[in-house]
Structure formats: structure tokens, C-alpha cells
């Protein structure tokens, strides 16, 4: 009888397990590419508006050039650009939280057999409450506005090397596009760093309901 027990205890933590590494490749195929392609869309967007303004501005006369206005609108521009990105991004990070702390609390109570599945929502009054908290949305926005700021940096700083050496568009346009990638590539890396914290953090939270 003992023996039975143990191979069935056995046989739901293989299965359990088994689950849990599904779980975690979904959140590799299905949640990741929908978070990172969401924030570093902003890289792109903020290219074209960019090269759009950068090109408009050296059309413009001389007299009529006014380098410090262009900055300030293309501040205002692309942080609202980074903005909209980031809180989309947010939004689908609690939207993470929710579906998989319900599916790995499924999961470890065989759903339901073992145990009540804790659910977040229910955890506090406001339902929203933990899948936000757990989301980390004021992180995200710290580290997009910290790649934002160096992105900025980068491209005034061309544009004012250019302004009096009238440097052509070609290699202006070569200098926004490489400040493009590397501002690409850090929002991927932001993207990466937290889906996989976020995660981690849900499990811990979700596996500590129930010990």
C-alpha cells in the first residue's frame, strides 16, 4: 500500500513538473515575442519621427533654424512614443501574471484535487492589485526612461556635431539609425530581463499560498 502511495505522489510531481516546464516554454514563445516586439517598437517609431524632423529641420533656412525648439518637440515626441510602448507593456505583464498564476496554481494542486487553487484576485480587494504589483510597472518605467535618456543623448549629439561641420543627411541618417539599434537592443534586453523576474516572482508568490 505504502508503495502505491509513493508511486502516485511520484508520478504527480513528475507531472507537476512536467507542466510547470510547459508553462515556462509558453512564456518564452507565446508571451516574450508579444512583450519585447511591443517595447521596442518604440525604437522604431522614434526613428521616423526622428528622420522626419531631422530632414524638415535641414530644409529649413537658416535664419529660421531653431535647434534647441527641435529638441524640445522631439523630447516631448518620442517619450510620449516610449510612454505608450511601456504602459502597453505593462498592460500585457499583468495580463502574464493573471493567466499564469492561475494556470501554475492549477497546476500544483492538480486542479483542485490537492487543494483550493489560490487565485491573486482574490487576494486583496482590488483584484488588480497583485497582478499589477507583481507586473513591476515602475521598474519597466525606470529602465525604459533610463534608454530613453542615452537614445536622446546619442541622437543630439549627432544632430549638434552636424548643425555647424554640415555634415550631410546620409551620414546623419547613418547616426539615428545606429542610435536606433542600440536603443532596439536595449529594450529587448529590458524586455527579457523583465518577463523572466516577473515570472520568477509569480511563482514564488503563487508557491508560497499554498505551503
Known amino acids: 500500500m505504502d508503495n502505491a502511495i509513493h508511486e502516485f505522489e511520484d508520478h504527480l510531481r513528475e507531472l507537476t513538473s512536467l507542466g510547470l516546464d510547459a508553462q515556462w516554454q509558453r ?21 521616423k519621427a526622428l528622420l522626419s524632423a531631422i530632414i ?13 525648439s527641435l ?6 515626441e518620442i517619450t510620449a512614443i516610449a510612454d505608450d510602448r511601456a504602459h502597453t507593456a505593462k498592460e500585457l505583464l499583468a495580463e502574464m501574471v493573471r493567466q499564469e498564476s492561475r494556470e501554475q496554481a492549477d497546476l500544483l494542486t492538480i486542479n483542485g484535487l490537492l487543494a483550493a487553487p489560490p487565485r491573486l484576485e482574490h487576494a486583496h480587494p482590488d483584484p488588480t492589485y497583485w497582478p499589477r504589483r507583481l507586473a513591476a510597472g515602475a521598474a519597466l518605467d525606470r529602465a525604459v526612461a533610463a534608454s530613453l535618456a542615452k537614445f536622446l543623448s546619442a541622437v543630439f549629439d549627432a ?3 552636424a548643425e555647424p561641420s554640415g555634415t550631410g543627411l546620409a551620414q546623419l541618417r547613418e547616426a539615428v539609425d545606429q ?20 515570472a520568477n516572482r509569480t511563482r514564488q508568490v503563487v508557491s508560497q499560498s499554498l505551503s
Open 56 to 68: 524638415q529641420y535641414q530644409r529649413t533656412p537658416w535664419p529660421r533654424r531653431n535647434l534647441a
Open 179 to 198: 542610435a536606433v539599434g542600440r536603443w532596439r537592443s536595449r529594450l529587448k534586453a529590458i524586455a527579457h530581463t523583465m518577463i523572466y523576474s516577473v
Open 71 to 76: 529638441r524640445l518637440r522631439l523630447v516631448r
Open 27 to 47: 512564456i518564452k514563445l507565446e508571451w516574450e515575442p508579444q512583450i519585447t516586439a511591443v517595447l521596442t517598437s518604440a525604437a522604431k517609431a522614434s526613428g
Open 159 to 161: 544632430a549638434q556635431e
